[in-house]
């Protein structure tokens, strides 16, 4: 059993190396402090985080939104590489102080459209911000000079490096699945693009600067402590709740749970320690984890094996590395930021109330335009101050007997009868985006259980957050065969589910609009059920 352990490890690991080459060395580039720094912030983090973190396929290294926040710190810090340093050392030491608080818990209370804003955002910074490099010139420190300098990047065109940048897109799209499943198509596009510009002796430009030498101690410059602590919070925080989000997923997908605090306490370290060696700061990454896992990945060794294949690279593969052209890790950069726009909401955005839609965009513009943090408390007031508003409306006095013993009668009849093969579970109060995680976690595990009936006492039609929580929750019963029955008060909710096919996902025939029907159907479908196991 070990020894397929190991493998896996082994397999993911390499794999989770492989996707975080490209992103590595174009996250340090895009940020301003060079190639080198996006490989070496890697290793470590994923080392440390893997040594000190949960026992899970957990790898770290450069994302997108860490990215995106530290080249903001980086500018604003008139780009002094010791500045930045001290800036991250600072974070690390926040990020440390926030795993010994009950502030890991927050970002399950963040609501599903301020998520969704931030992580669209990021996502077209990314786009934005390589639109330079793509073109053959070079990369700008906000979103806003990009857009300003785009016209004259049109008329600054580097036509080699405009080749391998769509050369390079080619690949990635295009590359059929059966070899994409031996090797990732950004490495085989990193690599076909980068020896095409070397064979043809293109002259463009490229990534320069990396070195197959170990880092040295970076020098830090701690002087005007003042103006560095809001950026240092500012990149905790968001490395913090990306690295919280990629840990939700991964437990999803491996089905155990890593102690949060443990986790932000590796990530802290992690980046402290990659500040004492000039290197960028990061989180754990959801795309590398995921693919990780999916390639048998199960325990931390898998993490530590990702950084060592770093590490091999570096020392032996610098001379290639210096020769990748730019416009080719834009490309993949572009990729990655569509990767990571919000495309599951998109896709029902039609549907989505107004007022979520009318959050996500406050979001993604002061995010894009303005600040991070900004951009996200005031999502945050934005939509508690819009769910209040709706309770208030709503909220109505009743005198009503809400205890019907006919029901309860039947329930505990039902459960002693079936020997709680079919269990009935109630929704009581309005399921949004404060109360989603605390349901989902009533369903994680129902022993014995074969049908479930979900009855929603609510008579309002579900927001975003409750339409994904109960998709969630429909996939969680199913992957542990309960078949899941659906109550509701009235048609309009039955629509609204039709609409974003979540009717057909649970089965129209499993919705009711009666509780005492839903028993019945699922007392039925388990004497079938049990007649054909005696045949």
Known sequence: MKKIKISGDLTGGFLGAVIALPQALAFGVAIGIGATSGLWGAVILCFTAGILGCNQPLLSGPTGPAAIVTASA?????????????VIFLSGIFQIII???????????????????????VGTILIILQLGPFLG?????????????????????????????????????????KITKIIPSQILALVISTLTAILYNMELPTVQGVSSHLPQIAWADFSNIKTLLIPALIIAIVCS???LLTNLVVDTLTKTSCNTNRMILSQGIGNLVCSLFGSIPGSAATMRSAAAIKAGGKTRFCAIVCAIVLLLIILFASGFANKIPLSALAAILFKVGLDIIDTKLLKIIKYAPRQDLFVMLIVFLLTIFYDIIIAVSTGIVLSALIFAKQLA???????????DKHIMELEKKLQYETDY??????????????????????????????????????????????IFALEDIITR??????????????????NQLEKLNIAEQIGKENIFYNEEDAIEHAKKLLKIKAIKKRN
């Open 74 to 86: 980086f500018a604003t810090l008139h780009g002094k590489p010791e500045t930045l340093f001290a």
């Open 99 to 121: 795993s010994r608080t009950r502030l890991t818990d927050i970002v399950k209370y963040i609501p599903y459209p301020v998520i969704s804003g931030f992580m669209n955002a």
């Open 137 to 177: 010139n070079k990369s700008l420190a906000t979103p806003l000079l990009s857009i300003k300098n785009f016209p004259n990047n049109l008329a600054c065109i580097n036509e080699n490096a405009l080749v391998i940048g769509i050369l390079t897109l080619s690949i990635i799209f295009w590359t059929p699945k």
């Open 241 to 243: 709740s990306e690295s």
């Open 393 to 403: 409306d709503k909220t109505n006095v009743k005198f009503k007997d809400i205890n």
């Open 421 to 466: 093969k079919i269990r009935v579970v109630h929704i009581l109060g309005e399921l949004f985006f404060g109360s989603a995680t605390q349901v989902i976690s009533h369903f994680e595990e129902i022993l014995g259980t074969k049908y479930l009936i979900i009855c929603y006492e609510s008579e309002n039609t579900f927001d975003i957050s409750a």
């Open 477 to 494: 019963l199913k992957s542990q065969n309960i078949i899941p029955h659906l109550v509701v008060k009235n048609e309009q909710i039955v």
